[in-house]
């Protein structure tokens, strides 16, 4: 998945694409949306614990119900694995 810009004429940018989802999947404020649900899934940055989730639609129930815990434990440990991941496909 391609992260979002920040900002900018590009849409979507992590703004439009978070106004989007919670729109959409009702998520509560605390998330913002860095990548694209077009893969019925997305990246979420949870901003009050700088954790960041690997949501997927087909466990939506159980992310909204807190059930899934973030995939990294934080923002600078998810940006290590993607560039990583990135640079190796």
Sequence with gaps: ?????????????????????????????RFLALTSDEREGMY???????????????QYKAF???????RWESFYDFLEWYFDSSCTE
Aim: glycine fraction near 8%; charged fraction near 30%.
């Design 64 to 70: 909204m119900e807190g059930k899934i815990p973030p």
């Design 44 to 58: 979420l940055y949870g901003i009050e614990n700088h954790a960041v989730h690997d949501f997927d639609l087909g």
């Design 1 to 29: 998945a391609e992260l979002l810009d920040i900002e900018g004429p590009e849409i979507p940018s992590i703004a439009d694409q978070t106004e989007y989802a919670r729109d959409r999947y009702q998520f509560p404020k």
